[in-house]
């Protein structure tokens, strides 16, 4: 039960930064891409840098604060990238016709 609330609350918030921040999308679906792949790539990475991380922490207490908060930014980021690019998607695809023969209007 978690694990797909957890997912609907980042994938929520991912939706809210998607709409409230219009300026941080991407501009182009090549970047949109390489965020995906980045985001995938962070996420790959985190187990390796929570063991880096985790290691210079003094307090065993503040571990799982760490833990949570680095799982949670990563994976809004995956989210968010993928919010990015099936928007990008369906703009392109379900947008308005861009050219072709007018359409003739009867008088």
């Known amino acids: 039960m978690l694990e797909p609330a957890m997912f609907l609350g980042l994938g929520a918030v991912a939706v809210w930064v998607y709409v409230r921040y219009p300026r941080l999308r991407p501009s182009s679906i090549l970047l949109i891409v390489v965020h995906v792949v980045g985001s995938f790539g962070v ?12 290691g210079l922490l003094p307090l065993h207490a503040v571990q799982p604060y760490v833990v949570l908060l680095l799982l949670i930014l990563t994976l809004t980021y995956v989210l968010l990238s993928w919010v990015w690019l099936i928007a990008r998607i369906l703009r ?7 050219g072709g023969h007018p359409a003739a209007t009867e008088h």
């Open 92 to 98: 392109d695809l379900g947008g308005t016709p861009r």
């Open 43 to 54: 996420f790959a990475l985190l187990p390796t840098l929570l063991g880096f991380l985790l």
